[in-house]
């Protein structure tokens, strides 16, 4: 019979452990993912702003050897990520593909210019030194007119701006939350215990003592659970690069190694942190407190 309410003691402590790895995986897995995805935002928002296009419009007389001799030029500015000459035949085959064949019709001869489109560096998009460069280029007599979208450059960057700062709250948030669980599951798993934790405290046992099993345990638990969200994020990050080598291209793979190898850490971290707080409070807490 005895044995028989080991065995079942036994299970039961299993599955508490099982549930809570499986617990405390899910939890490190969302504050991961949410971790990469801040680390990442600047490398999204220097994404949007390198593919917004500058667009250098040529005089009439301009011909292909000056404008490729200024495109060579261009694109060894430090601030320009790249610079390509649009000429006059290729401009109009593209309008024509937006707004008909016949629109040409109307003009008496071809309005469309020849010119060369930018794509800046994501630190020089700004409205700052935008600005700066349109000043510049048209002092050039080789450029009539700088063209590009104020409106949609202001607006990409209090986006970009406002989608940092939601994704620091979340991480905050995230990382609240996260301890708060953890804190709570190991609770559970050690409160089973608090008897044998009480009368290990009433024989004079120290703290360091009785805390060091729990602690034990608690930084192999954060370690499992560390390892399994890992890996869970692992699996989702190599179907992104997989299914989006575009969206995979924007996280830095240092960033990725250093985060997953964080979440083992600060799995073990929190759970050790998280025991020993558990440990020492039920060793002062009164018998008549433990029932309840």
Known sequence: MARKERNM?????VRSYVTSVISISLVLTLMGAAAIFWASAGGVSRYFKEN???SLILPPEADDAAAQSLVSELAAREDVKSAEYISRERGTEELKTMLGA????????NPVPTSIDLHLAGEAVSRDSLAALRAAFEADPRIREVVYQESLIEALNANLGRITLVLTAVIALLLVISFA???NTVRLNIYARRFTIH???LVGARNAFIS????RQALVQGAISG???AALLGAVLLYIKRSSALLYSLFNPTTVWLTLCGLVLAGMLICALSAAFVVNRLAYTSKDDLYY
């Open 227 to 229: 390892l399994i969200a």
């Open 52 to 54: 917004v296009t500058v």
């Open 199 to 201: 009368t290990m405290h």
């Open 212 to 215: 060091r099993p729990f602690i």
């Open 9 to 13: 003691v036994r299970r039961r402590l």
């Open 181 to 183: 669980l953890i804190n």
């Open 102 to 109: 016949d629109f040409l019709e109307v003009f008496e001869t």
